[in-house]
């Protein structure tokens, strides 16, 4: 049977890295076999296009070459980790997919959604992740977090209110598509963060067993 593709995301230092080991100890709990990944990266070829997009630098990155690189390190992620691996039946679990992509190029940069769908549907076909949860807090606070944490990537150096059009970015995408996304206050504690993506799997889970 072909596994399912869960993707996590948010803005800057919202604890997707943190969580992503507990939802890989409940997918080691449940006896999933499982491909825990992320974009941009996934792959070597993949992996150099997230250090060309992520190095701070002093040329001006245009939008639509930063929105092409995002694409071409996707593609190469897709045809030789993410298909794969769900056609031969492992659960994928990915830190950031396409979302970000209309979250931060969409939303955050102004480019046309019509123009993402369109490179959206060249890249991926019908392939959508089947889950998505979306760890939502507020802009200040994570940016405190990831500061505290690392030095600044190229996206993190940018202004408060690019986050802000971000955030609302995913949470847009999250009302768009109830059935797939499940927002999570990530600002409160770890544990009941982890409490809440619990109950999302738990449902999750129930619903694919229910549906054969
Ligand atoms: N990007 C894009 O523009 N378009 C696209 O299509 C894609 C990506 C796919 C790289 O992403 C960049 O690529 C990203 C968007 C862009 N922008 N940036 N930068 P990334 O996922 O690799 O990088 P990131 O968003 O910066 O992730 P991050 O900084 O690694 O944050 P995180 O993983 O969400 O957070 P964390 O490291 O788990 O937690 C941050 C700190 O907070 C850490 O010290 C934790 O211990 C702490 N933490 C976590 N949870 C809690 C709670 N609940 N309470 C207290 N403290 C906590």
């Given at each position: 049977m072909r596994g399912k593709f869960i993707t996590i995301e948010g803005t800057e230092g919202v604890g997707k890295t943190?969580?992503?080991?507990?939802?890989?100890?409940?997918?080691?709990?449940?006896?999933?076999?499982?491909?825990?990944?992320?974009?941009?990266?996934?792959?070597?070829?993949?992996?150099?296009?997230?250090?060309?997009?992520?190095?701070?630098?002093?040329?001006?990155?245009?939008?639509?070459?930063?929105?092409?690189?995002?694409?071409?390190?996707?593609?190469?992620?897709?045809?030789?980790?993410?298909?794969?691996?769900?056609?031969?039946?492992?659960?994928?679990?990915?830190?950031?997919?396409?979302?970000?992509?209309?979250?931060?190029?969409?939303?955050?940069?102004?480019?046309?959604?019509?123009?993402?769908?369109?490179l959206e549907m060249i890249v991926q076909g019908s392939l959508r992740p089947d889950l998505t949860l979306i760890l939502d807090i507020p802009v200040e606070l994570g940016l405190k977090r990831a500061s505290d944490r690392s030095e600044p990537d190229r996206f993190e150096l940018e202004q408060t209110e690019f986050f802000e059009l971000v955030r609302n970015g995913y949470l847009k995408i999250a009302e768009q598509n109830p059935d797939r996304c499940v927002v999570i206050d990530a600002s409160q504690p770890l544990a009941d963060v982890q409490r809440d993506i619990n109950i999302a799997l738990e449902a999750f889970w129930f619903s694919s067993e229910e549906s054969g």
């Open positions: 943190t969580n992503i080991q507990f939802i890989q100890n409940w997918m080691q709990a449940k006896k999933l076999p499982f491909v825990a990944t992320r974009e941009p990266g996934g792959t070597p070829l993949a992996e150099q296009i997230r250090d060309l997009l992520l190095s701070p630098r002093d040329e001006l990155v245009c939008d639509t070459a930063e929105l092409l690189l995002m694409f071409a390190g996707r593609a190469q992620h897709l045809h030789q980790v993410i298909e794969p691996s769900l056609e031969e039946g492992a659960w994928v679990l990915c830190d950031r997919f396409t979302d970000a992509t209309y979250a931060y190029q969409g939303a955050g940069r102004n480019m046309r959604d019509d123009l993402i769908a369109e």
